[in-house]
């Protein structure tokens, strides 16, 4: 008799102590969801489901998948600001490719029909310099439009690119 009601003892301070274990996981769990800190979330609550919490096993695929979300958020984040810093590259190559033109222009004006070809080389360079500036900003360009198409595909309701990228392909129309 004494040795139930030692056993029955045991087993309530065990089931207290697991009554306390799972809230402090539930809170935990709680708290590294609203820190935006889903691995520790899905983890905690992933124990909680072995610690015998029905609901956990649910909670726990929910943070996972808010965690993924907000990875991608993060992520498409990243993508809008590099393309951004790129197609300030694109519009420099562009001035330059413009700017060449008109020193191309001028040395033109500038040639006679019959001056040598040692004065044509110099417009030739420029030409080259020119096309280079202009190939490597379709290069940019074709990255820009890569870097916002990956981050419209990570977050579609990412506004940020949206508009760079609406702002991107107005720009190249003028």
């Not at 500036?133 to 379709?138: C, D, E, I, L």
């Not at 439009?145 to 977050?155: E, F, Q, V, W, Y």
């Amino acid at each position: 008799m004494l040795l139930l009601a030692a056993l029955g003892g045991a087993a309530a301070v065990s089931a207290r102590r697991s009554a306390t274990e799972r809230a402090a996981h539930a809170r935990d769990a709680a708290e590294a969801e609203r820190q935006d800190r889903w691995g520790d979330a899905v983890r905690l609550w992933t124990r909680l489901e072995a610690l015998g919490d029905a609901s956990a096993g649910a909670k726990a695929r929910l943070a996972s998948q808010a965690g993924a979300g907000a990875q991608d958020r993060r992520r498409s984040t990243d993508l809008a600001a590099e393309a951004a810093a790129r197609a300030r590259d694109h519009a420099a190559e562009r001035v330059r490719a413009a700017d060449l033109d008109r020193e191309i222009l001028a040395a033109r004006e500038a040639l006679r029909p019959g001056d040598p070809v040692e004065e044509r080389r110099a417009m030739w360079g420029l030409e080259k310099a020119r096309d280079e500036a202009a190939r490597k900003a379709v290069g940019i360009e074709v990255q820009v439009l890569g870097l916002l198409a990956s981050a419209l595909r990570h977050d579609p309701s990412n506004r940020e690119a949206a508009v760079q990228l609406a702002e991107f392909q107005w720009a190249r129309l003028l």
